[in-house]
């Protein structure tokens, strides 16, 4: 089984920039796909970005295309967030897919998780 940490949360203000980081080890695949998603408090988990497995095939959520950004270095992923607003806040997870076409938007697609990390937008 693999390991995916995360980091890079915090709390900002609104209109502010973050960019959380994850990081794979253990026994991974050579191909496979990753993705960021999100859980505020009593909300069900929702996709945010994902990326396939060269990197060149990304999928964003409605709600933050054209201020997130996805990308990745093989076991590596980053999530670029601008412009933030307060209904950004939430618990960011990394995930990792076995599945790699079509590229999965869905959780239950996803076989291994991160311990999530807290990004809060508040003054």
């Known amino acids: 089984q693999v390991q995916l940490v995360e980091s890079g949360g915090g709390l900002v203000q609104p209109g502010g920039s973050l960019r959380l980081f994850c990081a794979a080890s253990g026994q991974i695949f050579s191909m496979y796909s990753l993705g960021w998603f999100r859980q505020a408090p009593g909300k069900e988990r929702h996709i945010v970005a994902a990326?396939?497995?060269?990197?060149?095939n990304m999928k964003y959520a409605d709600f933050v295309k054209g201020r997130f950004t996805i990308s990745r270095d093989n076991a590596k992923t980053y999530l670029q967030m601008n412009r933030l607003k307060p209904e950004d806040t939430a618990v960011y997870f990394c995930?990792?897919?076995?599945?790699?076409?079509?590229?999965?938007?869905?959780?239950?697609?996803?076989?291994?998780w991160g311990q999530g990390t807290q990004v809060t937008v508040s003054s």
């Open positions: 995930a990792m897919s076995r599945t790699i076409y079509p590229l999965p938007t869905g959780p239950a697609s996803y076989d291994y």
């Open positions: 990326v396939g497995w060269r990197g060149d």
